[in-house]
Nanobody, 125 residues
Framework: QVQLVESGGGLVEAGASLRLSCAAS????????MGWFRQAPGKEREFVAT???????RYAESVKGRFAISRDYAKNTGYLQMNTLKPEDTAVYYC???????????????????WGQGTQVTVSS
């Protein structure tokens, strides 16, 4: 029902910025929570950020103050603005979505119903 496509990844130097996009197709995007996760080779997929339909957000401590999650309801697109990128941010970044309610375990990847294909972010030293 919901399809997600990430874009905006690339190779950048430490300290640079990138904005990832997550284009959603299907219906009722505004009624879904959207999350960003990332996974580096050999590591588990980790939570990055989540935004609820009312705009409330949560961030992993490792990205708080550097990353900002947002969404454009008119475009059915979510974003992850990444500033002051560090080499440890290097990973494949995935957007994910699920029906929106406040009580779900937002940092648990298993809680999300829909996933994009991922976009590679590489930050050089």
């Amino acid at each position: 029902q919901v399809q997600l496509v990430e874009s905006g990844g690339g190779l950048v130097e430490a300290g640079a910025s990138l904005r990832l996009s997550c284009a959603a197709s299907g219906r009722t995007f505004s009624n879904y929570a959207m999350g960003w996760f990332r996974q580096a080779p050999g590591k588990e997929r980790e939570f990055v950020a989540t935004i609820w339909s009312d705009g409330r957000t949560r961030y992993a401590e490792s990205v708080k103050g550097r990353f900002a999650i947002s969404r454009d309801y008119a475009k059915n697109t979510g974003y992850l603005q990444m500033n002051t990128l560090k080499p440890e941010d290097t990973a494949v970044y995935y957007c994910a979505s699920r029906i929106d309610y406040y009580g779900f375990s937002y940092a648990n990847a298993n809680e999300y119903s829909y996933w994009g294909q991922g976009t590679q972010v590489t930050v050089s030293s």
